[in-house]
């Protein structure tokens, strides 16, 4: 168990709808990351939130953003989703702050879009 | 630029052979290196890392690696392969910035034969 936490575990909506995934951080990590895992694409990263504010951005989606609150938790917010955005999305966290840069990985949350 | 290369994306051993997985990295400045599994349907899991200090570092599960840096290598060994060790693993290089985001290598598939 890696400490991070990850709601839903899994998800199938339609295409055209709007998710919301959560991630709970390790306990006292301050940086959190997203990202995306598909077969094509490999493991893609998404973004990065420290302490609340938006310090990196991979290959992210205009239809996707993400935010980091007060309590340290993340959500990832997915629009007008397509048949495509159908993959594994992880959070990831980590203490940078710390001196400690690798990441810690929750389950993941599995989305299929139809 | 960082970069990860992962040579081969599937590796095919036998069971009790040795397992030598390829990571080559391309960093301007000391890079941080890990090395990650992910078994089926779970998250990334920390295998082992080298930030500084000894070049030969010792993870989980009886993997180790070794920071070869006239090479610009990090590869992954374990001197006998069960069938347990079958899984993915991902390569990846910290930066030295601020954000010491994560690069990753593409992965290398894993398959342990009886």
Not at chain 2, 15 to 23: S, Y
Not at chain 2, 52 to 81: C, D, R, W
């Amino acid at each position: 168990d890696s400490g991070v936490t990850q709601t839903p575990k899994h998800l199938i909506t339609a295409t055209g709808q709007r998710v919301t995934l959560r991630c709970s951080p390790r306990s006292g990590d301050l940086s959190v990351y997203w990202y995306q895992q598909s077969l094509d694409q490999g493991l893609q990263f998404l973004i990065q939130y420290y302490n609340g504010e938006e310090r990196a951005k991979g290959n992210i989606l205009e239809r996707f953003s993400a935010q980091q609150f007060p309590d340290l938790h993340s959500e990832l917010n997915l629009s007008s989703l397509e048949l495509g955005d159908s993959a594994l999305y992880f959070c990831a966290s980590s203490s940078p702050d710390r001196g400690l840069y690798e990441q810690y990985f929750g389950p993941g949350t599995r989305l299929t879009v139809t | 630029a960082q970069s990860v290369t992962q040579l081969g994306s599937h590796v095919s051993v036998s069971e009790g052979a040795l397992v030598l997985l390829r990571c080559n990295y391309s960093s301007s400045v000391p890079p941080y290196l890990f090395w990650y599994v992910q078994y089926p349907n779970q998250g990334l899991q920390l295998l082992l890392k080298y930030t500084t200090g000894a070049t030969l570092v010792k993870g989980i599960n009886g993997f180790e690696a070794e920071f070869k840096k006239s090479e610009t290598s990090f590869h992954l060994t374990k001197p006998s392969a069960h069938m347990s060790d079958a899984a993915e693993y991902f390569c990846a290089v910290s930066n030295a910035g601020n954000n010491r985001k994560l690069i990753w290598g593409l992965g290398t598939s894993l398959a342990v034969n009886p």
